[in-house]
Each structure stands twice: as C-alpha cells, then as structure tokens.
T-cell receptor
C-alpha cells in the first residue's frame, strides 16, 4: 500500500464547476500536510498547507480528518488555468511523501 | 520570497559521463535541502536529504556513490550523477526549507531534465 494515495483521475470538468479531490495517508505519525500543484514538465508549487483541521484560500479549501487519515481539496468555480496535477503530500518529520497526483482538466 | 533556483535546467550527456546539478536558495538560508527524482507519469521520489556541513542522508535504494551530494553552504547544494546511464534519465528537482520560518513548507527549484544518451 502506498503511503499517500490519490485517485489519478483525470477529472474533466467544465469551467465554473466545483471539484473535490481526496487523499488518504497510511502513517498516522504524519503531522503536516500540503497540496501542491504541478504543471506539465514543471516543478511543484505549493498551493495550500494543512496543519489543523482545514484551511481556506479563496476558491480553494483543504480539510484534514486525522481520525480517518484523509485530506481533501475542494476547488470552487474552477478556471481553465486550474488545469494541472494536484499532489497530496504528507510531512513525516521533515520528509515529504508525495501521492502520485490527481490530474484536473477544466474545459470551456 | 522563498525562491529556489537550479542549474542547468536541461542537460544531455553521454553514457559514462558525470553531470553536476546545482540548487540554490536565493533569498533565504536552508540548512536542509532535498533532492527528488521524477520519472514520467510518476510522482516525486525523495532521493536524499542534504544537510549543510555534513553528509547527506540517502533513501533506501539510492546509491550514494552514484549520486554525490555536497551541501557546502546555507544556500547551495549540488547533486552529481556519476557514470550516468540512460536509466538515470529523469527530472531531478531540489527543494529547500526556509530556516527563518516556523513552518514546514518546502520550496522547489524549477528542476533539471537529464537525458543520458
């Protein structure tokens, strides 16, 4: 079993849609979590940090459920520019464990 | 803030040669930098943790004699792929953590795409 698991997708949604990604982690010792965005052939860029139960930044909301060991990312009013791969990441005492990523394609 | 650079961005080398990749934190200091490798359609895999002034810590399955890491200062770490083979062709990305903050976010360099022919 992978330490951080994500549905690879792809998720194909129309502009303006709301889309949610889920991610599960296996190591209960993980303390911090992140969502990174990675565009094709580029480096990951930090989208959101999740230290407690959740975080919200504009159209993006992340939630953490430690009891169930899952993290979610909700994107509201999706834009064409949101098309990318979204990486769920768990921090284990400084070491980042990446999920394989979920691909989002927003269509006009 | 929190900008990390990598050089070169792309390199093509012949099998058997060595390639050095530099990772710099431009506007912050980092005692710890991380080196990742990403194969096509796969996620990032941590190769090693680079510590300023001490030996790097390698992940299981990563050959330390093949992937030499030097972290000479608080803003520079280098990864040297020695005796490169075609299977070493990959996207190599470094990251750094900002010493001046209390959070655990890592900032990534733009990556180096290595092709070994």
């Amino acid at each position: 079993r992978k330490e951080v698991e994500q549905d690879p997708g792809p998720f194909n949604v129309p502009e303006g849609a709301t889309v949610a990604f889920n991610c599960t982690y296996s190591n209960s010792a993980s303390q911090s979590f992140f969502w990174y965005r990675q565009d094709c052939r580029k480096e990951p860029k930090l989208l959101m940090s999740v230290y407690s139960s959740g975080n919200e930044d504009g159209r993006f909301t992340a939630q953490l459920n430690r009891a169930s060991q899952y993290i979610s990312l909700l994107i509201r009013d999706s834009k064409l520019s949101d098309s990318a791969t979204y990486l769920c990441v768990a921090d284990q005492t400084g070491k980042l464990i990446f999920g394989q990523g979920t691909t989002l394609q927003v269509k006009p | 803030g929190a900008v990390v650079s990598q050089h070169p961005s792309r390199v093509i080398c012949k099998s058997g040669t060595s390639v050095k990749i530099e990772c710099r934190s431009l506007d912050f200091q980092a005692t710890t930098m991380f080196w990742y490798r990403q194969f096509p359609k796969q996620s990032l895999m941590l190769m090693a943790t680079s510590n300023e002034g001490s030996k790097a810590t390698y992940e299981q399955g990563v050959e330390k004699d093949k992937f030499l890491i030097n972290h000479a200062s608080l803003t520079l770490s280098t990864l040297t792929v020695t005796s490169a083979h075609p299977e070493d062709s990959s996207f190599y990305i470094c990251s750094a953590r900002d010493l001046g903050t209390f959070v655990y976010e890592q900032y990534f360099g733009p990556g180096t795409r290595l092709t070994v022919t």
